[in-house]
């Protein structure tokens, strides 16, 4: 059949299947997100233009913006689905890098093909190429090779018959799935080959399953049979392995508390009798303190990162972590006792007959996590002074249905709702992208969420600097008709990062804006309801926290064929606090102020104490 590449590699997205958790068949490339420009617009777009009525084509506002949202649908899709984006040359491709670091940090596939320059180079240079002096064969499409796990540039019309196999290969991978990058070249994007028929017939990709080493799974078994004081971690690979009844069922049948990390949470339903809360710097005091008298750890498809162990201080010195993961480059960290293969599948392998926890230890979970919810209500209770993020969340969460998808990202607000979120369990209703903790992603990875849900409300929540940093996806939605709610709390500034910077002896300095330098005597803000009507949003305001609450429960009904946005200011000092600590760069030669030398010492008591 010959085609040219663009046609050729569009067909090869259109035959492409995927089976999900639940079976059934559907499109693995479900819908293409494009600005098209100088470098796609006349191969790939009239290739595309030409295939719409199979794959879907939306435009997007901005690049980082709608390759974002193509990750916000890979998540909501629990990975069984890939969005793909599309995008001119030069400045048009590097606006995506950032969107393939989100999806390189959080193990999410994500099929970029942005446009490259020519490769025949008879017109260089041309319109937006940047020249490297040294190295003809360099284009700004190199720079996503630190962020892409498989990254080829097609200069050849064949050379698709080797690299789509691959491309399918990394993107449907339990262990090695992330971005792709397909940089193509103008020229070749419109030159012909002869391919063969098979490249372009449909095929169903069945994520796989890999099994455990026996032998590892009997050293997992030794050391957990062994322990008393067990803990269960479930992380995202429980998610998209679709192995949270099955760990459920292994932790009730050997009295093991459980906890979640940011990827894993609302996996396991709140008021289940084993439940300890999420874990870490922003999950739950309960959890913590489970965390630091376990004397084994079972870590089932996490990669432990900081803000989940606390920088490494929340767990005994003496503990043995037992982990289980398809990934090995995860399951070997910190020396842990790795048993590579999927959760669903290994978890039952574990020899562990006969054997439970001690009953005393078993019980403490649900002990220490009412405790944990009494300090969760005392921060939600209702006030009159200006809302607090709690009380924000508790409202969005009491509204919620089971069916419901909420979303966070960065600022102050992911410790809100993965400390305090209660979840009705049965399956994933929770994206925290904090892998790369991207402020923007709240809004653009809405979108791709809205799209990819079924059923329920898309509720995402994000701070004034966020909704700053990127909104024009707001739009995006709004014209194709993709609602979800978005709740903007305005405290004035970077209150986190101000609260980092303070709270380790810092001078308060250009966070707030009422720390930033200005030559006006008066300067603005940002009407913030303002712009989200501009952008075609249904709008609701609030000033108190019962004012809130009828805000957010009448976005959610408006939410039917675009986004509703409520505003709402909040209290830049008020926060949920797990008790766990976290490393940062507190200057070794401090300055004269007290306060640095204070935050200091603060670490080296925590240090001391734990």
């Given at each position: 059949m010959e085609l040219t590449t663009a046609r050729a590699l569009v067909a090869w997205l259109v035959a492409q299947r995927s089976e999900t958790l639940d079976g059934r068949e559907v499109p693995l490339f479900p819908a293409v997100f494009a600005i098209f420009g100088h470098g796609n617009v006349l191969g790939l777009g009239t290739a595309l233009q030409e295939r719409a009525a199979e794959i879907p084509v939306w435009r997007g506002h901005s690049e980082q913006g709608m390759a974002l949202a193509a990750v916000g649908y890979a998540k909501a899709a629990q990975r069984r689905q890939v969005g793909v984006v599309t995008s001119s040359i030069g400045p048009g491709a590097l606006n995506m890098v950032t969107a393939a670091g989100v999806a390189h940090a959080n193990r999410l596939p994500l099929l970029l093909l942005p446009g490259d320059t020519f490769t025949s180079r008879a017109p260089d240079p041309v319109l937006q190429q940047i020249e490297r002096f040294g190295d003809a064969t360099a284009t700004a499409n190199d720079a996503f090779r630190a962020v892409s796990r498989y990254f080829d540039r097609i200069t050849r019309p064949e050379q698709l018959l080797a690299t789509l196999p691959q491309?399918?290969?990394?993107?449907?991978?339990?262990?090695?799935?992330?971005?792709?990058?397909?940089?193509?070249?103008?020229?070749?994007?419109?030159?012909?080959?002869?391919?063969?028929?098979?490249?372009?017939?449909?095929?169903?990709?069945?994520?796989?399953?890999?099994?455990?080493?026996?032998?590892?799974?009997?050293?997992?078994?030794?050391?957990?049979?062994?322990?008393?004081?067990?803990?269960?971690?479930?992380?995202?690979?429980?998610?998209?392995?679709?192995?949270?009844?099955?760990?459920?069922?292994v932790a009730q049948r050997h009295g093991i508390p459980i906890t979640e990390t940011t990827a894993g949470r609302t996996l396991v339903a709140h008021d289940h009798p084993l439940y300890a809360g999420p874990l870490g710097v922003t999950g739950s005091e309960s959890a913590n303190i489970l965390a630091a008298e376990a004397d084994v750890v079972l870590a089932v498809g996490t990669r432990l990162q900081d803000f989940t162990t606390a920088s490494w201080s929340i767990f005994a010195p003496a503990v043995r972590v037992v982990t289980v993961n398809t990934a090995r480059f995860d399951a070997v960290k910190h020396g842990a006792l790795a048993v590579v293969g999927d959760a669903a599948a290994t978890l039952p392998e574990l020899a562990l007959s006969g054997w439970r926890a001690d009953r005393d230890w078993t019980s403490r979970a649900a002990q220490l996590r009412t405790a944990w919810d009494a300090r969760i209500d005392e921060w939600r209770a209702p006030t009159t002074n200006v809302p607090t993020y709690a009380q924000v969340v508790g409202i969005v969460n009491e509204l919620s249905e089971p069916k419901d998808y909420v979303m966070t990202a960065s600022g102050g607000l992911p410790g809100e709702l993965i400390g305090g979120w209660r979840a009705a369990g049965g399956s994933p209703s929770m994206d925290v992208e904090y892998g790369f903790s991207c402020m923007g992603y709240e809004l653009a990875g809405a979108w791709g969420a809205a799209m990819a849900r079924e059923e329920g409300v898309v509720t995402t929540l994000l701070g004034d600097g966020s909704y700053l940093m990127s909104n024009s996806e707001l739009f995006s939605a709004a014209f194709a008709g993709h609602p979800f709610v978005a709740v903007v709390c305005d405290n004035d500034g970077y209150a986190v990062i101000a609260r980092l910077q303070e709270g380790q002896g810092g001078i308060p300095f250009n966070n707030f804006y009422a720390n930033c330098r200005t030559d006006h005597a008066s300067p603005p803000r940002v009407d913030f309801a303002g712009h989200a009507r501009a952008l075609g949003c249904s709008v609701f305001t609030a000033s108190g926290i019962g004012e809130f609450r009828d805000a957010y429960a009448r976005a959610r009904a408006a939410a039917v064929s675009r986004p509703a946005v409520v505003v709402v200011s909040t209290d830049p000092r008020a926060w949920t606090e797990s008790g766990a600590w976290w490393e940062v760069g507190v200057p070794q030669h401090l300055s004269g102020d007290a306060g640095y030398r204070e935050g200091k010492r603060e670490q080296l008591r925590y240090l001391r104490g734990r």
């Amino acid at each position: 059949m010959e085609l040219t590449t663009a046609r050729a590699l569009v067909a090869w997205l259109v035959a492409q299947r995927s089976e999900t958790l639940d079976g059934r068949e559907v499109p693995l490339f479900p819908a293409v997100f494009a600005i098209f420009g100088h470098g796609n617009v006349l191969g790939l777009g009239t290739a595309l233009q030409e295939r719409a009525a199979e794959i879907p084509v939306w435009r997007g506002h901005s690049e980082q913006g709608m390759a974002l949202a193509a990750v916000g649908y890979a998540k909501a899709a629990q990975r069984r689905q890939v969005g793909v984006v599309t995008s001119s040359i030069g400045p048009g491709a590097l606006n995506m890098v950032t969107a393939a670091g989100v999806a390189h940090a959080n193990r999410l596939p994500l099929l970029l093909l942005p446009g490259d320059t020519f490769t025949s180079r008879a017109p260089d240079p041309v319109l937006q190429q940047i020249e490297r002096f040294g190295d003809a064969t360099a284009t700004a499409n190199d720079a996503f090779r630190a962020v892409s796990r498989y990254f080829d540039r097609i200069t050849r019309p064949e050379q698709l018959l080797a690299t789509l196999p691959q491309v399918v290969r990394v993107l449907t991978d339990p262990s090695e799935t992330g971005p792709v990058t397909l940089a193509l070249p103008q020229d070749v994007q419109a030159e012909t080959f002869d391919y063969p028929d098979a490249l372009f017939e449909p095929v169903v990709h069945r994520i796989p399953r890999p099994r455990a080493d026996i032998r590892e799974l009997e050293a997992a078994s030794a050391v957990l049979r062994a322990a008393r004081r067990p803990l269960l971690v479930l992380g995202g690979g429980v998610r998209y392995s679709g192995a949270a009844s099955t760990a459920i069922t292994v932790a009730q049948r050997h009295g093991i508390p459980i906890t979640e990390t940011t990827a894993g949470r609302t996996l396991v339903a709140h008021d289940h009798p084993l439940y300890a809360g999420p874990l870490g710097v922003t999950g739950s005091e309960s959890a913590n303190i489970l965390a630091a008298e376990a004397d084994v750890v079972l870590a089932v498809g996490t990669r432990l990162q900081d803000f989940t162990t606390a920088s490494w201080s929340i767990f005994a010195p003496a503990v043995r972590v037992v982990t289980v993961n398809t990934a090995r480059f995860d399951a070997v960290k910190h020396g842990a006792l790795a048993v590579v293969g999927d959760a669903a599948a290994t978890l039952p392998e574990l020899a562990l007959s006969g054997w439970r926890a001690d009953r005393d230890w078993t019980s403490r979970a649900a002990q220490l996590r009412t405790a944990w919810d009494a300090r969760i209500d005392e921060w939600r209770a209702p006030t009159t002074n200006v809302p607090t993020y709690a009380q924000v969340v508790g409202i969005v969460n009491e509204l919620s249905e089971p069916k419901d998808y909420v979303m966070t990202a960065s600022g102050g607000l992911p410790g809100e709702l993965i400390g305090g979120w209660r979840a009705a369990g049965g399956s994933p209703s929770m994206d925290v992208e904090y892998g790369f903790s991207c402020m923007g992603y709240e809004l653009a990875g809405a979108w791709g969420a809205a799209m990819a849900r079924e059923e329920g409300v898309v509720t995402t929540l994000l701070g004034d600097g966020s909704y700053l940093m990127s909104n024009s996806e707001l739009f995006s939605a709004a014209f194709a008709g993709h609602p979800f709610v978005a709740v903007v709390c305005d405290n004035d500034g970077y209150a986190v990062i101000a609260r980092l910077q303070e709270g380790q002896g810092g001078i308060p300095f250009n966070n707030f804006y009422a720390n930033c330098r200005t030559d006006h005597a008066s300067p603005p803000r940002v009407d913030f309801a303002g712009h989200a009507r501009a952008l075609g949003c249904s709008v609701f305001t609030a000033s108190g926290i019962g004012e809130f609450r009828d805000a957010y429960a009448r976005a959610r009904a408006a939410a039917v064929s675009r986004p509703a946005v409520v505003v709402v200011s909040t209290d830049p000092r008020a926060w949920t606090e797990s008790g766990a600590w976290w490393e940062v760069g507190v200057p070794q030669h401090l300055s004269g102020d007290a306060g640095y030398r204070e935050g200091k010492r603060e670490q080296l008591r925590y240090l001391r104490g734990r």
